[in-house]
């Protein structure tokens, strides 16, 4: 859960890698440092903090010179966020410094015999076994030192390498982590993720697991561990870089919410034609189809929440029975998966090391896997049978806004274009139900339009420490991903509930002006709701409902009402939620948090 960026070429080296840890920043931000090669020496700066302290270190790069470096922003795995243990790490000889992101699993065997052979150490961090392994191999040619390093590894890892014998190379291998090639004139980098290099290059090129490239100015090799060359495509990206950039916000998370309805029509787009849903993405055939008979949605995070909005309108379609899985528990569960299962995976990133895992045991037992994600060449796109783009566009801020809406989306198509394959639904359902989907754009721009309110609830409600969030049905899986969003940015614990199970527990914990935010979209069971806002004010609870901006009963019960605008019950979480991510946004600005890097969280989740 760290970002590495890599750059080889004719310009000064430092302040290009400083920016690009700027773009990366949300995978880790509680140290950075550089490590540059200048007249055959390496050159290092490294501090705990967020990289513009690295910046003002380092006059923004200028006093490092260097046509060739590598750079890195951590997320503390192993050992304290310090200036030791932050990286470029570098051998005991000067020769060679490392960067890395993942998880090395075997380092403490692998230390105690670097130890035993004489090489100190200086930091608690799993990545030095990394750069005394290099020297220990190194007899002057660094892919052969690579190749017998990697061959010791066990675990996850993109490492970039630097030499001071070889001025002009910089080195990448990845594992199990990602990791890009940036194709420039005269000049190539790599990165851990696009947002690095789209300023300097649109040409990539995706590095798979057990991938090596040698990168120089004017060339770039790709080989296997075994040390084979390979050849590899050059993808073009798509997106410009101001789509990574703030655009007048305050925080990226407020553009990203704002974002949302051009976000979710992006998604929507391609995939209706002539009034008719397709994924010609995918080539699932009638009896691929008609074979199902379960459904399994695993996750993990706000992508899970997505699977469980997405689980009720999936069943009520399809008729086939769907369960909800978060992937850290899959992994290591076992299964009842067969080759009639449809494994649905959800990510934003497509490089969570959970997700990846239950992936990999789905598959094994025959189950076909298609995953629903944002990165295009990320590992659970190549992993799955069938992959589904969201197109949301890059998602900067940790708290995830815009990636939930779409796979939500994207859930619902699905469920409709399997309920019409596989011959479930009338004409007229399936007409009504794609209309209905395709006013969610518009539905979102109205919701974000009526409660400019927001600003001011925050204001009442930020000085608790403490919030529960309640619904039923679709109402309480809304619930769930608000409540992420409450504890995630703003650090106010949040827990949301199913609203039947208050009396079973719960209630104990409502006392006088403790906030409920009480979810009341469900037309079908508000009633039920209704009787439970009463249950909670009865006791002193200070109630906040969403409700459609109908309804009365609740504005004669509520102390304070987020409205939203008509809904159909099972297509509503795209909507529903939104309102619950600004009232997030806010409370966090009213209590001065860190919103777009929460204490603690990465973007892209990345070890175990």
């Not at 030499?163 to 001025?167: G, K, L, Q, T």
């Not at 101001?242 to 916000?249: H, N, Q």
């Not at 369960?323 to 992994?331: F, G, K, N, V, W």
């Not at 000085?463 to 919030?467: L, Y």
């Given at each position: 859960?760290?970002?590495?960026?890599?750059y080889?070429?004719?310009?000064?080296?430092?302040?290009?890698?400083l920016?690009g840890?700027?773009?990366?920043?949300?995978?880790?931000?509680?140290?950075?440092g550089?490590?540059?090669?200048?007249?055959?020496?390496?050159?290092v700066?490294?501090?705990?903090?967020?990289?513009?302290?690295?910046?003002?270190?380092?006059?923004?790069?200028?006093?490092?010179?260097?046509?060739?470096?590598?750079?890195h922003?951590?997320?503390a795995?192993?050992g304290?966020p310090t200036?030791?243990?932050?990286?470029?790490?570098?051998?005991?000889?000067?020769?060679?410094?490392?960067?890395?992101?993942?998880?090395?699993?075997?380092?403490?065997?692998?230390?105690?015999?670097?130890?035993?052979?004489?090489?100190?150490?200086?930091?608690?961090?799993?990545?030095?076994?990394?750069?005394?392994?290099?020297?220990m191999?190194?007899?002057?040619?660094?892919k052969?030192?690579?190749?017998?390093?990697?061959?010791?590894?066990?675990?996850?890892?993109?490492?970039?390498v630097i030499?001071?014998?070889?001025?002009e190379?910089?080195?990448?291998?990845?594992?199990?982590?990602?990791?890009?090639?940036?194709?420039?004139?005269?000049?190539?980098?790599?990165?851990?993720d696009?947002?690095?290099?789209?300023?300097?290059?649109?040409?990539?090129?995706?590095m798979?697991?057990?991938?090596?490239?040698?990168i120089?100015?004017?060339?770039?090799?790709?080989?296997?561990?075994?040390?084979?060359?390979?050849?590899?495509p050059?993808?073009?990206?798509?997106?410009?870089i101001?789509?990574?950039?703030?655009?007048?916000?305050d925080h990226?998370?407020?553009?990203?919410?704002?974002?949302?309805?051009?976000?979710?029509?992006?998604?929507?787009?391609?995939?209706?034609k002539?009034?008719?849903?397709?994924?010609d993405?995918i080539?699932?055939?009638?009896?691929?189809?008609?074979?199902?008979?379960?459904i399994v949605?695993?996750a993990?995070?706000?992508?899970?929440?997505?699977?469980?909005?997405?689980?009720?309108t999936l069943?009520?379609?399809?008729?086939?029975p769907?369960?909800?899985?978060?992937?850290?528990?899959?992994?290591?569960?076992?299964p009842?998966?067969?080759?009639?299962?449809?494994v649905?995976?959800l990510?934003?990133?497509?490089?969570?090391?959970?997700?990846?895992?239950?992936?990999?045991e789905?598959?094994?037992?025959?189950?076909?896997?298609?995953?629903?994600?944002n990165?295009?060449g990320?590992?659970?796109?190549?992993?799955?049978?069938?992959?589904?783009?969201t197109?949301?566009?890059?998602?900067?801020?940790?708290?995830?806004t815009?990636?939930?809406?779409?796979?939500?989306?994207?859930?619902?198509?699905?469920?409709?274009?399997?309920?019409?394959?596989?011959?479930?639904?009338?004409?007229?359902?399936?007409?009504?139900?794609?209309?209905s989907?395709q006013?969610?754009?518009q539905?979102?721009r109205?919701?974000?339009?009526?409660n400019?309110?927001?600003?001011?609830?925050?204001?009442?409600?930020h000085?608790?420490?403490?919030?529960f969030?309640?619904?039923?049905?679709?109402?309480?899986?809304?619930a769930?991903?608000?409540?992420?969003?409450m504890?995630?940015i703003?650090?106010?614990?949040?827990?949301?509930?199913?609203?039947?199970?208050?009396k079973?527990?719960?209630?104990a914990l409502i006392?006088?002006?403790?906030?409920v935010?009480?979810l009341?979209c469900?037309k079908?069971?508000?009633?039920?709701?209704?009787?439970n806002?009463?249950?909670?004010?009865?006791?002193?609870?200070?109630?906040?409902?969403?409700?459609?901006k109908d309804?009365?009963?609740?504005?004669?019960?509520?102390?304070?009402?987020?409205?939203?605008?008509?809904?159909?019950d099972?297509?509503?979480?795209?909507?529903?939620i939104?309102p619950?991510?600004?009232?997030?946004?806010?409370?966090?600005?009213?209590?001065?948090?860190?919103?777009?890097?929460?204490?603690n969280?990465?973007?892209s989740?990345?070890v175990?």
């Open positions: 859960m760290c970002g590495i960026v890599g080889t070429g004719r310009a000064n080296a430092a302040p290009i890698l920016d840890l700027k773009k990366l920043e949300y995978r880790g931000y509680d140290s950075a550089v490590a540059v090669i200048n007249d055959k020496k390496l050159f700066s490294k501090t705990a903090g967020r990289i513009s302290a690295l910046c003002e270190k380092t006059d923004n790069g200028e006093n490092l010179p260097g046509f060739t470096g590598i750079g922003t951590r997320w795995t192993h304290a200036d030791i243990n932050a990286h470029p790490h570098t051998s005991n000889d000067g020769k060679f410094a490392v960067v890395h992101n993942g998880i090395i699993e075997n380092y403490m065997s692998l230390k105690e015999e670097l130890v035993k052979k004489g090489y100190e150490f200086e930091s608690q961090t799993d990545t030095e076994v990394i750069v005394h392994l290099l020297e191999y190194y007899t002057g040619d660094v052969i030192a690579l190749l017998k390093t990697a061959a010791r590894l066990s675990g996850s890892y993109a490492l970039g030499c001071s014998d070889y001025s190379k910089v080195f990448a291998v990845r594992e199990a982590s990602p990791l890009i090639i940036g194709l420039g004139v005269g000049e190539n980098y790599f990165a851990s696009v947002t690095a290099l789209v300023q300097h290059t649109k040409n990539v090129i995706y798979d697991d057990g991938d090596f490239a040698e120089t100015p004017d060339d770039v090799k790709i080989f296997d561990f075994a040390g084979k060359p390979k050849n590899k050059v993808n073009r990206i798509e997106w410009d101001r789509a990574a950039e703030k655009d007048g916000y990226f998370m407020l553009k990203e919410i704002m974002e949302q309805p051009r976000a979710v029509r992006d998604t929507l787009s391609p995939r209706i002539d009034d008719r849903v397709c994924f993405e080539n699932l055939t009638d009896e691929d189809i008609n074979k199902i008979n379960r949605i695993t993990c995070g706000s992508a899970y929440y997505a699977g469980c909005a997405g689980k009720y069943e009520k379609l399809t008729g086939i769907v369960i909800t899985e978060l992937a850290s528990e899959l992994r290591y569960s076992q009842l998966i067969d080759d009639r299962t449809l649905i995976v990510s934003q990133s497509g490089e969570t090391a959970d997700t990846i895992a239950a992936m990999k789905c598959k094994k037992r025959g189950a076909k896997v298609l995953s629903v994600v990165v295009v990320s590992t659970v796109a190549k992993l799955a049978d069938y992959v589904i783009y197109w949301a566009g890059p998602e900067i801020a940790v708290a995830t815009k990636g939930y809406t779409t796979q939500v989306t994207v859930l619902y198509l699905l469920a409709l274009y399997i309920a019409d394959r596989s011959g479930r639904i009338t004409p007229s359902d399936y007409a009504e139900t794609l209309a989907i006013k969610i754009p539905l979102i109205q919701a974000l339009s009526m400019s309110a927001i600003p001011t609830l925050a204001k009442k409600y000085i608790h420490n403490s919030m969030f309640i619904g039923r049905n679709t109402d309480y899986a809304v769930l991903e608000g409540a992420l969003k504890k995630e703003s650090y106010i614990h949040a827990e949301a509930y199913a609203a039947g199970e208050l079973h527990g719960t209630i006392d006088d002006y403790q906030p935010v009480a009341c469900n079908a069971i508000m009633e039920k709701t209704i009787s806002i009463i249950e909670v004010k009865a006791r002193g609870a200070q109630v906040l409902a969403l409700a459609e309804s009365s009963k609740i504005v004669t019960i509520a102390d304070d009402i987020i409205f939203m605008p008509e809904m159909d099972y297509l509503a979480a795209p909507v529903e939104v619950l991510q600004l009232l997030a946004y806010y409370m966090a600005k009213e209590n001065g948090c860190d919103i777009d890097k929460p204490k969280l990465a973007k989740v990345t175990e």
